[in-house]
């Protein structure tokens, strides 16, 4: 699902890299190509129609790519945020932040993945199925809610354990308030510290919310992987991002029980839209993630291995600086970037 704007010139970069590494693996993929936001909506009067919800069920997992929901009507149910995350219990978005040596970051040596619980906290598309979790009874007063489950709160963190257990520092920081939140981050503690006893192997801390924003800026490096839920997720892997270069280097994947979602962090960006210069990296890497996942998931070492050929080659192009697009210091189109990486497979 390219989804809108850039989204149509990014997703088709990832998925010929993912087909790339797909033919050198000999792995067999069946793609399916189907309508989200802007043109879901020409096509089915809905920015997530039946046909597309119904389709998603079967698959094991999908691109979605950017949609520009801020220039949809207001109050129109028919022109949402595509509630995809909730509906198919994507609880968990793993987005790394990982500086390059020669591209232009304001820290080097930055190697974090970030793990976002994404059904619960606040956000009103990925915590309500019907209704809004805030409401405003005078116009004086605006009431938002909060919700915070055992369920979300230790499935995320078995999440990040797990990741953090292959990876060579072996550290987890749980994020949150709990001096504060004592019930809501209080939970969300609680089952952090209950996972890491599973873990002898992995190191574990935890640290306030403001803490850790304050020490992503000066000190990320000592940071491996943070786990934190949904809304303090969003804001701290946006500070990961800015660390290494921008959101044209975040890029994600939203992972369920079953079935898993590539989606990079960035938005549609239609002030590029259609210039052929958008920088393909966190979509292809976001690809990259999904790969893997599957492999694992699916125990088909045909897709880990693709995973592996995928992140070569993006690492090669990057290291090599020559076509890459021009906000990463190239002057390669989104194309001849996406091309360049495919080749490098």
């Not at 009874?137 to 055992?150: K, Y």
């Not at 979300?152 to 078995?158: F, I, K, L, P």
């Not at 939140?181 to 599973?198: I, S």
């Amino acid at each position: 699902m390219c989804g809108d704007d850039i989204g149509l010139e990014v997703v088709p970069e990832a998925v010929k890299v993912m087909k790339a590494a797909a033919a050198k693996t000999g792995l067999s993929i069946e793609w399916k190509e189907l309508l989200i936001g802007k043109a879901a909506h020409a096509a089915h009067g809905n920015t997530l129609p039946k046909i597309t919800e119904d389709t998603l069920r079967t698959m094991d997992g999908w691109f979605m790519g950017p949609i520009g929901h801020n220039a949809y009507p207001r109050g129109d149910a028919t022109w949402v945020m595509p509630p995809i995350r909730k509906r198919f219990d994507l609880f968990t978005a793993l987005r790394p932040s990982l500086s390059h040596d020669n591209i232009p970051s304001i820290h080097k040596n930055v190697d974090i993945a970030f793990f976002r619980e994404l059904t619960e906290g606040m956000l009103y598309s990925e915590t309500v199925v019907a209704g809004a979790p805030e409401y405003r009874p005078n116009d004086d007063i605006t009431i938002s809610s909060r919700v915070i489950t055992r369920k979300g709160s230790n499935r995320v963190a078995r999440e990040a354990f797990e990741l953090a257990r292959t990876r060579k520092r072996k550290k987890v920081t749980a994020a949150h308030k709990e001096p504060v939140y004592r019930l809501a981050c209080g939970m969300f503690a609680e089952e952090c510290r209950k996972v890491a006893k599973e873990y002898p192997e992995v190191a574990f801390e935890e640290m306030m919310i403001d803490s850790i924003a304050m020490k992503l800026v000066t000190d990320p490096q000592r940071f491996d992987v943070v786990v934190t839920t949904n809304q303090f997720g969003d804001i701290l892997t946006d500070i990961g991002a800015g660390l290494v270069g921008g959101l044209g280097l975040a890029p994600g994947l939203c992972i369920g029980e079953k079935q898993a979602m590539a989606q990079a962090t960035h938005g549609s960006a239609p002030d590029i839209y259609g210039r052929n210069i958008a920088n393909p990296y966190a979509m292809i890497v976001s690809g990259q993630m999904l790969m893997g996942w599957l492999g694992r998931k699916h125990k088909e070492p045909k897709a880990e291995k693709a995973s592996e050929l995928m992140h070569a080659a993006v690492t090669k192009v990057m290291a090599e600086g020559k076509r890459i697009t021009k906000d990463l210091g190239g002057s390669a189109s989104t194309t001849e970037m996406g091309d360049a990486i495919a080749m490098a497979v």
